[in-house]
């Protein structure tokens, strides 16, 4: 997710930014060094532009929520975590 920019050249951000977003992903094949003018029809749907809740939402529906043990979204990664669940802690 980024805020769109007014253009890309060259590969770099020129003439500051919009103030919507874009979701870009590089697994569809979307470039965010590519302009969105450049992109094929498909990718410049998928990327936007978005509000920023717009582009949240596309976001976790395009990927798909993976909701963790404790019900977030990652799960809970802090350390110690794997051996005190093992441990029945």
């Known amino acids: 997710m980024r805020r769109q920019p007014a ?15 874009e979701f870009i992903c590089p697994g569809c094949g979307d470039n965010p060094y590519v302009d969105y003018s450049e992109i094929p029809p498909p990718l410049q749907w998928l990327r936007g532009p978005r509000t920023l809740q717009a582009a949240l939402e596309a976001y976790d529906e395009h990927l798909g929520s993976f909701p963790g043990t404790n019900g977030d979204g990652a799960g809970n990664l802090s350390p110690g975590y794997a051996e005190a669940s093992q441990a029945g802690v």
Request: hydrophobic share 35%.
């Open 7 to 21: 253009r890309i050249v060259d590969g770099r951000a020129e003439g500051g930014y919009t103030s919507v977003f």
